[in-house]
């Protein structure tokens, strides 16, 4: 990979991850072009802020679980390409049951140019430390809804404090919220932010 790209794991020891492209376990229900092991890569830079949010979530009784990080430009080229086969309905119910394929991109979900394939953002949400029970966020990630902006109403209590954890642990650590999507953040001063990379995960 360039410099000044690692893995996360290589950085900062006993990170947990779920690389949800290199599986099945998301909205295209395959594994997504580029990711080719379950591993997560961002920018050095990423990685130390990270590194300060794990601290600082740690310090209320959290850890850090991500699900994405650095993206290549190949996956963001075969969301496009996913968006306009028919629909199947195999991951309809659970990522976007409200809108069809192609509005993910109009609705902001989906970019064709995605800050992720920059190496400066990063879909991850909190876990707690004494049970490593996933935190209640309200709905998991890559639910294309309006539940799962920031502010949405029909949540609990709970989900909305958690999700005012989170992102006052990424805020904190030089990270700005997407407000659409709850689990997403992008390093405000990121290294390439004009250079998309195209490099798989391997």
Same mark, same amino acid.
């Given at each position: 990979?360039?410099?000044?790209?690692?893995?996360?794991?290589?950085?900062?020891?006993?990170?947990?991850? @779920?690389a949800k492209y290199a599986t099945?376990?998301? /909205?295209?229900?395959?594994?997504?072009?580029?990711?080719?092991?379950?591993?997560?890569?961002?920018?050095?830079?990423?990685?130390?802020?990270?590194?300060?949010?794990?601290?600082?979530?740690?310090?209320?009784? /959290?850890? %850090?679980?991500?699900? =994405?990080?650095?993206?290549?430009?190949?996956?963001? =080229?075969?969301?496009?390409?996913?968006?306009?086969?028919?629909?199947?309905?195999?991951?309809?119910?659970?990522?976007?049951?409200?809108? @069809?394929?192609?509005?993910?991109?109009?609705?902001?979900?989906?970019?064709?140019?995605?800050?992720?394939?920059?190496?400066?953002?990063?879909?991850?949400? %909190?876990?707690?430390?004494?049970?490593?029970? %996933?935190?209640?966020?309200?709905?998991?990630?890559?639910?294309?809804?309006?539940?799962?902006?920031?502010?949405?109403?029909?949540?609990?209590?709970?989900?909305?404090?958690?999700?005012?954890?989170?992102?006052?642990?990424?805020?904190?650590?030089? /990270?700005?919220?997407?407000?659409?999507?709850?689990?997403?953040?992008?390093?405000?001063?990121?290294?390439h932010p004009d250079t998309y990379? @195209?490099?798989?995960?391997a």
């Amino acid at each position: 990979m360039p410099d000044g790209f690692a893995f996360v794991d290589g950085i900062l020891p006993g990170v947990r991850w @779920d690389a949800k492209y290199a599986t099945w376990d998301n /909205f295209t229900g395959k594994p997504v072009d580029g990711y080719l092991v379950n591993r997560v890569v961002g920018t050095t830079a990423l990685c130390a802020a990270l590194g300060a949010a794990r601290e600082k979530a740690a310090s209320l009784g /959290f850890d %850090l679980l991500l699900w =994405d990080g650095y993206r290549p430009q190949r996956a963001v =080229d075969h969301f496009v390409r996913w968006s306009r086969q028919p629909e199947n309905g195999r991951t309809k119910a659970r990522h976007y049951p409200r809108i @069809d394929r192609a509005a993910m991109f109009a609705r902001g979900y989906v970019a064709a140019r995605s800050g992720h394939s920059r190496g400066g953002a990063v879909d991850l949400t %909190l876990y707690h430390l004494k049970t490593g029970e %996933l935190a209640a966020m309200g709905g998991g990630h890559d639910l294309m809804d309006p539940v799962s902006h920031h502010g949405a109403a029909g949540i609990t209590e709970e989900e909305t404090r958690n999700r005012d954890h989170l992102r006052s642990i990424m805020e904190d650590c030089g /990270f700005r919220a997407y407000e659409s999507e709850w689990w997403h953040y992008a390093l405000i001063d990121e290294p390439h932010p004009d250079t998309y990379f @195209d490099f798989p995960i391997a």
